[in-house]
């Protein structure tokens, strides 16, 4: 039971964790809602700052080149990261929220021209979805007139092919699924659900938010022509994000931001727009953002998510086994073994005040309905507990958990 | 040893949360509210018989978490018996203690002072008030059913 945190890199990196909350030490344990920053990336952040801070593209001055620079160096690095083919584009934004509002707002409103949704159409998306996922396909159907249908999991949470390939029609046009939903774990089959999609003519949409810092396919193995993901839930800062996907995909986006940066000519009543990724780039973005998130990309990087993923899974295990042991607890999903997320519920006691009190001890723990309502009422579950695991926690954390929420039942029984 | 929040969960909130007061319906009331935070779940209906404007009977009924659903009962207990406006101005006087505005020794909430330890924790506070939101909206307004969401980050 080694802590991955006992590799040399890692002591003191975090600065972020290095405290003391309610007079003990943080157990930080809600990953899947943000993790902490690496002092490589807020050393890279500061140094942008310091040393090339300025606006992009536009000027002609020594510090918006290296702004520039990078800017684009970030792009493909993260291009890199996430193994797109020369096939691929990535733009960056303030997160996968906005990525996937980006999508479905870009194929529902055709601007000026014909949207790519249309009455008649069909968007098929997961019942496993974040509300990130499923809100903006609800106004994209709205919108455009088309029928929005759910791909609903099995009463233990999981999704099937099968399923899938009965809900497709020759009118199905998009198809959205999560990596890894947040509220369970659950891992779908998501290659092979998005092959069928694709192949009946669909474009596929992965929700990558909670997947990017663990391991998962190249993109450019993927039959997937958008994938969202998120800065700060990959070590990274908060505000940025990134939409990748297929070149020509992109392209078929009506842009959501008009402005600056994304026109090639202007006149007093029209305007050109540029070409991929200014396109879908308008406004000043978070250079200091892009530059922390791919710096986040190349730590993971060097640690390598083989290994990441290694002491995740062995911390995941641990909680399953320590809270299943305690009466009255039901953890969700335990088959999400590939998952640094472990949810559970509690006979007689709220996630809330579960939550209050574990923070009490210094354990931060994310209670709720993790913006996953839909899918927790199919699974006959209210609100859960949900704790999430990230490079820096130790199996010693996993111990003042189960410890914690053993003590918190007494208390609240 | 105990800490601040065991202390507050085991003086009065739990004793309530596991066997609330006044729990059920009133097949002969008057005025009645729903409250919910749809973000955490919690889901309060509260429903009262008003006579000659004070609370001859009150009953709450839903799901939530030990600080709401102890709120609630020891709300019913509060102000059953009492004059509306009296009720309001307990509601008032209960939300200042909570939202930092008035000092618990100076506010005479009775009973109430056991829940004071939530101002403390800002992100439970609406769960506290939940029922209270419901009563208030019952009693406010003259509607058969009226319903009083509390927002809430995810």
């Given at each position: 039971m080694g802590d991955l945190l006992h590799n040399p890199t890692l002591p003191g990196t975090f600065p972020g964790l290095a405290q003391k909350i309610n007079g003990a030490p943080l157990a930080y344990l809600d990953n899947a809602a943000t993790t902490h920053m690496p002092l490589a990336v807020l050393d890279a952040m500061r140094e942008f700052e310091t040393t090339s801070r300025a606006n992009i593209h536009?000027?002609?001055h020594t510090l918006s080149q290296r702004a520039t620079d990078a800017f684009e160096q970030a792009r493909e690095g993260l291009k890199r990261f996430v193994g797109a083919g020369p096939s691929h584009e990535l733009v960056f934004t303030s997160g996968t929220t906005e990525s996937l509002n980006l999508v479905a707002h870009g194929l529902s409103d055709g601007g000026t021209g014909r949207a790519y949704?249309?009455?008649?159409s069909e968007i098929v998306v997961s019942g496993l979805e974040h509300h990130a996922n499923l809100v903006p396909w609800q106004q994209a159907a709205r919108r455009s007139g088309a029928t929005l249908r759910i791909l609903r999991p099995d009463a233990q949470g999981r999704l099937h092919p099968d399923d899938l390939a009965r809900l497709l029609?020759?009118?199905?046009m998009v198809f959205a699924v999560t990596?890894?939903?947040?509220?369970?774990?659950e891992r779908p089959p998501y290659e092979d659900l998005l092959a069928l999609a694709r192949e009946a003519g669909a474009l596929t949409v992965l929700d990558a938010a909670q997947a990017t810092s663990h391991e998962m396919p190249r993109l450019s193995t993927l039959h997937c022509d958008f994938m969202a993901f998120s800065g700060h839930k990959m070590y990274g800062p908060m505000g940025i994000g990134a939409l990748a996907g297929q070149r020509r995909s992109l392209e078929r986006l009506t842009p959501l931001r008009l402005g600056g940066?994304?026109?090639t000519w202007v006149t007093e009543q029209e305007a050109e727009f540029a070409g991929l990724p200014a396109r879908l780039e308008?406004?000043?973005?978070?250079v200091a953002g892009a530059v922390g998130m791919a710096a986040a990309a190349a730590f993971i990087d060097a640690i390598g998510r083989g290994a990441i993923d290694l002491h995740l899974r062995a911390l995941r295990a641990h909680a399953v086994a320590g809270l299943s042991a305690l009466g009255g607890v039901t953890v969700i999903a335990?088959?999400?073994?590939?998952?640094?997320i472990v949810s559970f519920v509690a006979d007689g006691a709220h996630p809330h005040d579960l939550g209050t009190l574990l923070d009490e001890r210094g354990i931060a723990v994310r209670t709720g309905h993790h913006c996953a309502q839909p899918l927790l009422e199919h699974l006959g579950l209210g609100p859960t507990t949900r704790a999430s695991f990230a490079i820096y926690n130790t199996h010693d954390d996993v111990e003042r958990l189960v410890d914690g929420v053993a003590r918190a039942l007494e208390v609240l029984r | 040893m105990s800490t601040a929040a065991e202390q507050l969960y085991q003086e009065m909130v739990v004793e309530h949360k596991r066997a609330p007061r006044h729990f059920g319906t009133l097949p002969a009331r008057t005025h009645e509210a729903r409250g919910r935070n749809p973000q955490c779940g919690d889901d309060v209906q509260v429903q009262l018989r008003l006579e000659d404007g004070r609370v001859a009977d009150i009953a709450f009924e839903g799901q939530g978490c030990a600080i709401c659903i102890a709120s609630a009962s020891m709300m019913t207990d509060a102000v059953l018996g009492r004059d509306v406006e009296a009720a309001r101005a307990l509601q008032q006087r209960f939300r200042a203690v909570l939202t930092g505005k008035a000092e618990p020794g100076d506010a005479?909430?009775?009973?109430?002072?056991?829940?004071?330890?939530?101002?403390?924790?800002p992100s439970r506070i609406k769960c506290a008030l939940l029922g209270w939101h419901a009563l208030m909206h019952a009693i406010g307004e003259h509607a058969e059913t009226a319903e009083a969401h509390t927002e809430a980050s995810s």
């Amino acid at each position: 039971m080694g802590d991955l945190l006992h590799n040399p890199t890692l002591p003191g990196t975090f600065p972020g964790l290095a405290q003391k909350i309610n007079g003990a030490p943080l157990a930080y344990l809600d990953n899947a809602a943000t993790t902490h920053m690496p002092l490589a990336v807020l050393d890279a952040m500061r140094e942008f700052e310091t040393t090339s801070r300025a606006n992009i593209h536009r000027g002609v001055h020594t510090l918006s080149q290296r702004a520039t620079d990078a800017f684009e160096q970030a792009r493909e690095g993260l291009k890199r990261f996430v193994g797109a083919g020369p096939s691929h584009e990535l733009v960056f934004t303030s997160g996968t929220t906005e990525s996937l509002n980006l999508v479905a707002h870009g194929l529902s409103d055709g601007g000026t021209g014909r949207a790519y949704l249309q009455p008649g159409s069909e968007i098929v998306v997961s019942g496993l979805e974040h509300h990130a996922n499923l809100v903006p396909w609800q106004q994209a159907a709205r919108r455009s007139g088309a029928t929005l249908r759910i791909l609903r999991p099995d009463a233990q949470g999981r999704l099937h092919p099968d399923d899938l390939a009965r809900l497709l029609t020759p009118h199905t046009m998009v198809f959205a699924v999560t990596a890894c939903a947040n509220a369970t774990g659950e891992r779908p089959p998501y290659e092979d659900l998005l092959a069928l999609a694709r192949e009946a003519g669909a474009l596929t949409v992965l929700d990558a938010a909670q997947a990017t810092s663990h391991e998962m396919p190249r993109l450019s193995t993927l039959h997937c022509d958008f994938m969202a993901f998120s800065g700060h839930k990959m070590y990274g800062p908060m505000g940025i994000g990134a939409l990748a996907g297929q070149r020509r995909s992109l392209e078929r986006l009506t842009p959501l931001r008009l402005g600056g940066d994304m026109v090639t000519w202007v006149t007093e009543q029209e305007a050109e727009f540029a070409g991929l990724p200014a396109r879908l780039e308008g406004g000043t973005p978070d250079v200091a953002g892009a530059v922390g998130m791919a710096a986040a990309a190349a730590f993971i990087d060097a640690i390598g998510r083989g290994a990441i993923d290694l002491h995740l899974r062995a911390l995941r295990a641990h909680a399953v086994a320590g809270l299943s042991a305690l009466g009255g607890v039901t953890v969700i999903a335990p088959h999400a073994e590939q998952s640094a997320i472990v949810s559970f519920v509690a006979d007689g006691a709220h996630p809330h005040d579960l939550g209050t009190l574990l923070d009490e001890r210094g354990i931060a723990v994310r209670t709720g309905h993790h913006c996953a309502q839909p899918l927790l009422e199919h699974l006959g579950l209210g609100p859960t507990t949900r704790a999430s695991f990230a490079i820096y926690n130790t199996h010693d954390d996993v111990e003042r958990l189960v410890d914690g929420v053993a003590r918190a039942l007494e208390v609240l029984r | 040893m105990s800490t601040a929040a065991e202390q507050l969960y085991q003086e009065m909130v739990v004793e309530h949360k596991r066997a609330p007061r006044h729990f059920g319906t009133l097949p002969a009331r008057t005025h009645e509210a729903r409250g919910r935070n749809p973000q955490c779940g919690d889901d309060v209906q509260v429903q009262l018989r008003l006579e000659d404007g004070r609370v001859a009977d009150i009953a709450f009924e839903g799901q939530g978490c030990a600080i709401c659903i102890a709120s609630a009962s020891m709300m019913t207990d509060a102000v059953l018996g009492r004059d509306v406006e009296a009720a309001r101005a307990l509601q008032q006087r209960f939300r200042a203690v909570l939202t930092g505005k008035a000092e618990p020794g100076d506010a005479d909430l009775g009973k109430l002072v056991s829940l004071a330890g939530v101002r403390r924790y800002p992100s439970r506070i609406k769960c506290a008030l939940l029922g209270w939101h419901a009563l208030m909206h019952a009693i406010g307004e003259h509607a058969e059913t009226a319903e009083a969401h509390t927002e809430a980050s995810s």
